[in-house]
């Protein structure tokens, strides 16, 4: 194992190095450690607005979240193996040919991740803390209980990933009980409060219940060894479930490209590409990947939420169109998503070029998106007795969403999951995110103090987004045409 | 007028150069063989060609543009079968045709595809996806999908490879076809044998440099098969020890 492990990592290495430069690839520690320096160091200022335990809450619930879109193996490692013929021909697909096992690379594949990200981003945000903590005088054994929590938090999120997206390599019909048990699990702290959240995620009940909140080494013993129980548990289970043989399995399907593209025909010159963005949604699972790795998220987000402004009684003032500024955010990972379905080579062989390729993969994303997002944000608008916000909430919801999917798509191309992983794109886009999104939730937050002002200054930051999100469609012909798909 | 001028053309990949001021020309009507070992650069000049990648220096001439500057018109105009089987893997056969067809805007789509569909015995994967086919299968697809607008011109990179010997004698005898109708193709393949019996003129290249730019009647016109130049030419791991 561990001369797997090792050459499975230079393969990661290699392959994001191929899409960046070792500099800049070298650079994507530096600039976490930067970002969490500055972001540690103003804890102190934001506590105004929202107590410490709410906001590392939220911290290590973002982490937890990040972990579950890292982990899911089950879904990744199959694409993965089905790549094995074309031009990306990974390790993973090696028990094919050699004397090993799915079960050890697929193992392999879980420490890679595991080490990859702790290395490249949770390690340099604890040192960016343990800077921040000589300026802003936290103890040292706060950041350190932080950085495991942290830790653990990730591994939890990464090994349940794993965990329930090999489970439906095995059985959908299970797969689909675990979602709904995770949504029911989620629902019941959500909506009934009935358990706080740190039963569902322990790391969050082991930061919470360390200092500085509480000193109750009791319950930090006891959500530790949950803690580490369940991580060892959800991975012996996953690497148990995992297929010994992958064989493909040659299904029958019944052709429905050209039922799709009548269906398309209001995408103009893009209806062709678009039929084939939709049959490859169908036919790749995609839909069940979303049902799991997006859907999952807006409800953690829509029940925190509900249960930060009712649950804990914290006037912070999170309201709907809050929460439809954040969902916009969430839209990256779908687009990434749509640009990893298949590879891309034969487009080579066509009069197709990559910008074009690009925008039907826009409207696919429009097109899902609109549904989900609209349904989330009136759900939510429900659930906080809201109805009378919707009329901002939902323009801000579309307006952002495509703000944000067209400045993915102008920095990184049909190439997102790469090219987030270089810093110099990265800075781009936190700058492209966080300005825009920055403001609208100030403003949401006074939306009930002083509802023209802030619906007036949401308006003009709406404005200047439209602006921008024109500014990158038509930036996508110039910057990409000339890129190759291979 | 040539219907593939190459002049001067240089790929570098940061030091390592893939070609080295290459020179050429493709008559109209022309079946033109491009040859070389492994890494010789045939894939990274036919990519050129084709306005799949930009060259370094040096310029190119498809049909009187520029691949650099305008390769969608240039591939409205030509077909490629590249060197990797890869058709989409979510789609049918019989789909990816159908998709071609509707990017070309093919006229009788259908008729052509049953056609093609016939031709390479894709009926009897009819309802299998791409992903889910033998390597020769997709072979068969991307021939196919590169022959069904019936291109004036054609860019072939082995295209025999992972055919069975049927279909390669059946894809030998179009390509046979297709240079008696007076088509102009270009075709890298390792297979000298068959080449020598297509091609007109033909061009070997070894470690980015062009060796050989000749017509196959000039190569045998001095007692030589193609094999024998190629390997005098290229393959000195073949000389016998002095």
């Known amino acids: ?486 | 007028m040539p219907v593939v001028e190459v002049d001067l053309i240089t790929k570098k990949y940061g030091s390592f150069t893939a070609l080295d001021n290459i020179s050429f020309k493709v008559e109209k009507g022309d079946f033109f063989g491009c040859f070389g070992p492994n890494g010789a650069g045939k894939s990274t000049l036919l990519k050129i060609m084709t306005g799949q990648i930009q060259p370094t220096g040096g310029r190119c001439s498809v049909l009187g543009l520029d691949p650099s500057a305008s390769s969608i018109e240039v591939k409205k105009a030509i077909g490629i079968v590249p060197e990797v089987e890869s058709p989409p893997s979510y789609l049918t056969a019989s789909e990816f045709l159908q998709f071609v067809c509707s990017i070309r805007k093919v006229d009788d789509a259908d008729k052509r595809i049953d056609y093609w569909m016939d031709f390479f015995d894709l009926a009897e994967s009819k309802g299998t996806l791409c992903r889910d086919l033998s390597k020769g299968m997709r072979q068969k697809v991307m021939l196919s999908a590169a022959f069904i607008h019936e291109p004036k011109l054609l860019f072939l990179d082995e295209p025999f490879i992972n055919l069975d010997p049927i279909y390669q004698h059946k894809l030998k005898d179009y390509l046979l076809a297709l240079r008696d109708e007076g088509r102009t193709v270009f075709l890298c393949s390792h297979i000298l044998e068959t080449a020598q019996k297509l091609c007109h003129n033909v061009i070997i290249l070894d470690h980015g440099h062009l060796a050989l730019n000749s017509s196959i009647e000039a190569i045998t016109s001095k007692g030589e098969d193609l094999e024998t130049a190629f390997l005098r030419l290229v393959g000195s791991v073949y000389a016998k020890p002095s």
């Open chain 1, 1 to 486: 194992m561990p001369s797997l492990l090792k050459l499975m990592m230079l393969e990661e290495y290699r392959l994001h190095v191929s899409h960046s430069s070792r500099r800049m690839f070298m650079a994507m520690p530096i600039y976490v450690f930067v970002l969490t320096f500055f972001f540690a160091g103003s804890f102190p200022n934001l506590q105004t607005g929202m107590p410490l335990s709410d906001m590392l809450t939220l911290a290590l619930g973002g982490v937890f979240i990040y972990g579950v879109s890292v982990g899911a193996f089950g879904f990744m490692g199959h694409t993965d193996i089905e790549r094995r013929y074309g031009k990306v021909n990974l390790i993973i697909a090696m028990p094919f040919l050699l004397p090993l096992s799915f079960r050890s690379t697929f193992f392999g594949m879980y420490l890679r991740d595991t080490i990859f990200y702790t290395i490249l981003i949770l390690g340099p945000a604890f040192c960016g803390v343990l800077l921040a903590s000589v300026f802003a005088h936290y103890a040292l054994i706060s950041c350190l209980m932080l950085f495991s929590s942290m830790f653990l938090a990730f591994l939890f999120g990464i090994s349940l990933s794993f965990a329930i997206s090999v489970l439906y390599t095995r059985s959908s019909a299970a797969f689909g009980v675990a979602v709904a048990a995770f949504g029911a699990l989620m629902a019941g702290f959500g909506i009934f409060h009935a358990y706080p959240l740190g039963y569902i995620i322990p790391p969050i009940g082991l930061e919470l219940s360390s200092t500085p909140f509480m000193h109750d080494p009791g319950a930090v013993l006891l959500y530790l060894t949950v803690s580490v129980i369940a991580v060892i548990l959800f991975t012996t289970f996953a690497v148990l479930m995992v297929k010994q043989e992958y064989e493909s399995t040659k299904s029958q399907y019944v052709e429905v490209f050209s039922r799709y593209k009548l269906m398309t025909k209001f995408a103009g010159s893009y209806q062709t590409l678009l039929a084939k963005e939709f049959v490859d949604i169908i036919r790749s699972g995609m839909l069940k990947k979303i049902g799991f790795a997006y859907v999952a998220p807006l409800l953690f987000l829509s029940f925190t939420t509900w249960y930060v402004n009712n649950g804990l009684k914290i006037p912070v003032g999170f309201n709907s169109v809050f929460y439809a500024g954040m969902v916009g955010f969430f839209g990256v990972m779908l687009y990434s998503w749509l640009t990893n379905i298949d590879l891309t080579d034969y487009f080579e062989t066509l009069p197709v070029n990559v910008p074009s390729v690009i925008k039907a993969k826009l409207i696919a994303f429009f097109i899902l998106t609109s549904i989900i997002s609209t349904i989330f944000v009136l759900g939510i608008s429900v659930l906080n007795n809201e109805m009378r916000l919707l009329w901002l909430a939902l323009p801000v919801l579309y307006i952002t969403g495509a703000y944000m999917v067209l400045a993915t798509a102008y920095l990184t191309g049909l190439s997102t999951n790469s090219f987030l992983f270089d810093p110099n794109i990265m800075m781009k886009f936190t700058a492209m995110a966080l300005v825009p999104d920055f403001g609208i939730t100030m403003l949401s937050l006074s939306i009930d103090s002083s509802p023209l002002i802030s619906a007036a200054g949401i308006g003009v930051v709406l404005v200047f987004v439209s602006a921008f999100s024109w500014y990158f469609y038509r930036g996508l012909e110039r910057k990409w045409a000339r890129q190759a798909f291979t």
